[in-house]
């Protein structure tokens, strides 16, 4: 927990979408004998990623993370665009070891995890976005004040 909650950030970045539209495409493609795979992938990283995380081994996380955003874009592409793909390769490049977007696709927020020692440049790197701190509770997801 303290591992997640010192070196995890989500980027908000403002970009109207329709998830219901994004998720009526998601249910399209399920029914499509070639993209099954790519649940079935999604759902055998997850199952590993649990594992490994029961055994105490983080690290795998950040290849989970990873994986799973490549397995995402792979499903649909459409989760994706050029400023999203932007945004998680400029976090990559200052500092990030694994980023994803979250939710439906095409906006939102995007986890990042970057280590203590590159914060700061992560940080500034993205001065002009909302950046942050994820604090694990027990009661879901919730937005404060924005």
Known sequence: ?????????????QTSRSASNILKKHNKIINTKDKTKFLIKMTDEVKKTYLELKKGNIDYLINSINNSWLLKKQFNSEVSNKKIDDLINHGMSNGAKAAKLLGAGVGGFILFCV???????????????????????????KLIKF
């Open 115 to 141: 280590e203590k020692k590159n914060q700061a440049n992560f940080k500034k790197s993205f001065k002009k976005y909302k950046i942050l701190n994820l604090k694990i509770d027990n009661e879901g997801t």
């Open 1 to 13: 927990r303290d591992y997640l909650e010192n070196n995890f950030f989500l980027i908000y970045f």
